[in-house]
């Protein structure tokens, strides 16, 4: 996925969350970004300094890819039908979607709506 968004115009994947660290580390070193322009980040502001020196970053804590300062668009990937319903409503609460110019994108189809709407309700 790191690779392909790579190769799209205007596409940057600045932060890639993953439960394998060195799994995303390769993600970006195979698609072409050197060690040394990866950050390994552990808080929110970690993040946030990191993509602001244009940086590309790397955590475990899945609820900040919707938190993150300079994110526009969150792409879940992750095949985990309650995981991406979570990113989902991360990403509506942090107001990732629309109202402010922003969206969220979903490679993700098998979400629990079921989830998603009743934590809406709440």
Do not use: F, H, W
């Amino acid at each position: 996925m790191v690779s392909q968004m790579m190769l799209m115009k205007g596409m940057i994947p600045a932060m890639v969350t993953s439960n394998k660290i060195q799994d995303a580390i390769d993600a970006y070193t195979l698609a072409g970004v050197s060690k040394e322009d990866i950050v390994v980040a552990n808080t929110l502001s970690e993040i946030n300094v990191a993509m602001e020196k244009e940086k590309y970053v790397v955590t475990n804590i899945t609820e900040y890819a919707t938190k993150g300062n300079l994110v526009d668009v969150v792409v879940d990937a992750t095949g985990v039908p309650d995981v991406g319903a979570r990113v989902a409503i991360d990403a509506i609460m942090n107001k990732k979607t629309y109202g402010n110019g922003k969206y969220r994108s979903r490679c993700n189809c098998r979400a629990n709506i079921k989830q998603i709407s009743k934590k809406m309700q709440e």
